[in-house]
């Protein structure tokens, strides 16, 4: 009688320490679940638990003080990432209307009859300047495209927009002998894109080739939404073609490289939801851009 009534108790205790364990796993899980969602929203809910476990509950106000150092260093980095992008903007902004008047002065300085040390002088300030104009357009740019604004989406032919971008380009790409090699489908490629990005996306890329690339340069585009630029690169290497989408990256005979051209033009590729990565092959640089059908 007395093992009977001994193997109910241990039973009992056996079930009790079963059912705590349980409801133990249970608020874990709560709070790893309610935890990730902090993480991902920003919410001033705090996490709460079912279980009486004064362990468990210690743990909830421990991470929920955590939480709230958290939320508020996220809010201060947004306002001051924001106030940042403003200030870029506007900056680059105010730079462009100086920066232009300076450039038609230095062009009505060229008509005028100066020695020769003179002429290189202003050949030297003409080159600088026309690199810090540059490079605040593109500050600009960037900043644009790194305001968060959502995109006005269209259905859009990319071979019409891509046809638009080489006749844009062609002239130079015919001073420097870099006559592009096209293929194009006979059917549109329909996709809902931005014109304007599609466009800046286009020309970048164009734009990198002829400043660093040789000929032939090679450019195709296929019904699946797939467009590759492809050229040979023979200054490049596989480390520098890893840092070609980083902001400010330039290769070395860059010197008048702003380094953010292709840093745009993946920034506005993924924000439409399209997919670009570079490859490097026996010295040929290939850019591959995908807008899958959706």
Request: aromatic share 6%; hydrophobic share 40%; glycine share 4%.
């Amino acid at each position: 009688m007395f093992l009977w009534i001994l193997c109910i108790i241990l039973s009992l205790i056996v079930l009790f320490l079963l059912y705590k364990i349980y409801t133990m796993h249970k608020a874990l899980r709560d709070i790893c679940a309610l935890f990730d969602r902090h993480l991902i929203m920003d919410t001033n809910t705090l996490i709460t638990v079912s279980s009486g476990d004064r362990h468990i509950k210690k743990l909830a106000g421990k991470l929920n003080e955590e939480l709230k150092v958290l939320h508020g260093q996220r809010r201060n980095y947004l306002q001051g990432d924001q106030a940042l992008k403003e200030a870029v903007t506007n900056i680059s902004h105010d730079l462009r209307t100086p920066l232009t008047a300076v450039s038609g002065y230095l062009e009505l300085l060229a008509k005028e009859e100066l020695s020769e040390d003179a002429a290189r002088y202003l050949s030297c300030i003409r080159n600088r300047t026309e690199a810090l104009k540059s490079l605040s357009e593109e500050l600009f740019r960037y900043t644009i495209s790194l305001r968060g604004e959502k995109m006005t989406l269209e259905s859009l032919d990319i071979r019409t927009v891509l046809e638009e971008s080489l006749l844009d380009l062609y002239g130079e790409m015919v001073q420097k002998e870099m006559e592009p090699e096209v293929q194009l489908p006979e059917v549109p490629v329909i996709r809902q894109l931005n014109r304007t990005a599609l466009s800046r996306i286009f020309t970048n890329i164009l734009q990198n080739a002829l400043k660093y690339g040789k000929r032939p340069l090679s450019i195709s585009l296929d019904e699946t939404g797939e467009i590759l630029f492809s050229n040979p690169a023979p200054s490049l290497d596989q480390v520098q073609v890893g840092k070609l989408f980083n902001r400010y990256f330039t290769v070395e005979n860059g010197k008048n490289s702003t380094g953010l051209g292709l840093s745009i033009a993946k920034t506005l590729v993924q924000e439409m939801k399209g997919e670009i990565h570079a490859e490097y092959k026996e010295n040929r640089l290939s850019i591959r851009i995908l807008f899958p059908k959706r």
